[in-house]
């Protein structure tokens, strides 16, 4: 069964950091585009970024990351990241990591990220 635990979301000042973890279980990580994806409330789930699978050499972020946030990945450690810089209240959102494209009975509880003053 796969299964996907996000971490590391937090309350956080405009202008913080925040560094996400998501750990899989269940799949060959390493093999795999994964993916984080957003949600903020009201609004349809939004692609965040995408990492190629084994080295992660190919990386695609939203439109709105602009150089703001970084996707990473641990194959051996079966865990994604996403260091995320000079956030912004509109990132607020929960955060959640699939493989791309995502498969809509793998997606987990996801983790907050609040974004204020």
């Given amino acids: 069964q796969v299964q996907f635990v996000e971490s590391g979301g937090g309350l ?3 202008g913080g950091s925040l560094r996400l973890s998501c750990a899989a279980s269940g799949l060959s990580f390493g093999s795999y585009v994964m993916s984080w994806y957003r949600q903020a409330p009201g609004k349809a789930r939004e692609l965040v970024a995408m990492i190629s699978p084994f080295s992660g050499s190919s990386i695609n972020y939203g439109d709105f990351v602009k150089g703001r946030f970084t996707v990473s990945r641990d194959n051996t ?6 260091q995320m810089n000079s956030l912004k209240t509109e990132d607020t959102a929960v955060y959640y990591c699939n493989r791309y494209p995502p498969r809509g009975e793998d997606w987990g509880q996801g983790t ?5 003053s």
């Fill in 12 to 14: 956080v000042q405009p």
């Fill in 112 to 116: 907050q990220v609040t974004v204020s």
């Fill in 77 to 82: 450690k079966k865990t994604l990241y996403l």
